[in-house]
């Protein structure tokens, strides 16, 4: 089945840590996108890839970093510099022609301990 | 700067009901509209889409949107709603035919028996 996965589903942060999250995709998509939602706010973008080996900060970077080393994976990781990092964490992909559909994973969710 | 507003963040509807859900977007010469809908603790999951043609496009499961271009809308629609329709839905827009998207906040969908 061809789909976006993320993992892991629930992500505990103890404070001053790093941590990854993990999107890997199998529809051979071009471009990779990092969304956080918090209640009532909809989708804000982090980050995002249009091919390998490059990427763009979105509305939001500050206190995350990612990397786009293989066509497949993108990961995200939320530094210790982000201070509000509990959120519902969403990764899409999509090819680069405009108006193509954004594909989602099940989403990771955040939490501070 | 571009923006996509969802005018009701909840809207409560008994089964079997019609009901509507706005949305309104910032002007722009070309657009691609979108509409998603996210049950809980899920990704989010494409209901229908306007890249051009008619501006009435319809979903699998019932669900119309209409693109009124004077107006900037894309309202989405359901003639009859079922308990199971109850989700958040978002409207979300690619300016310039791009694969970028502007998401609206959201609006939480709530069928009552």
């Known amino acids: 089945d061809g789909g976006i996965t993320q993992s892991p589903k629930y992500l505990f942060r103890k404070e001053g840590q790093n941590v990854t999250l993990s999107c890997e995709q199998n529809l051979n998509h071009d471009a990779m996108y990092w969304y956080r939602q918090d209640p009532g706010q909809g989708l804000r973008l982090i980050y995002y890839?249009?091919?390998?080996?490059?990427?763009q900060k979105g509305d939001i970077a500050e206190g995350y970093s990612v990397s786009r080393e293989k066509k497949e994976s993108f990961p995200l990781t939320v530094t210790s510099a982000q201070k509000n990092p509990t959120a519902f964490y969403l990764c899409?992909?999509?090819?680069?022609?405009?108006?193509?559909?954004?594909?989602f994973g099940p989403g990771t969710r955040l939490l501070v301990l | 700067a571009q923006s996509v507003t969802q005018l009701d963040s909840q809207v409560p509807v008994f089964e079997e009901a019609p009901v509507e859900l706005r949305c309104n977007y910032s002007?722009?010469?070309?657009?691609?509209l979108f509409w998603y809908v996210q049950y809980p603790n899920q990704g989010l999951q494409l209901l229908l889409k306007y890249l051009s043609g008619s501006t009435l496009v319809e979903s699998i499961n019932g669900f119309e949107a209409e693109f009124n271009k004077s107006q900037t809308s894309f309202h989405l629609r359901k003639p009859s709603v079922h308990i199971s329709d109850t989700a958040e839905y978002f409207c979300?827009?690619?300016?310039?035919?791009?694969?970028?998207?502007?998401f609206g906040g959201g609006t939480r969908l709530m069928v009552k028996p």
């Open positions: 002007s722009s010469v070309s657009v691609y």
């Open positions: 979300a827009v690619s300016y310039n035919a791009g694969n970028m998207l502007t």
């Open positions: 899409a992909s999509s090819s680069r022609s405009g108006g193509e559909t954004q594909y």
């Open positions: 890839s249009q091919i390998v080996n490059d990427f």
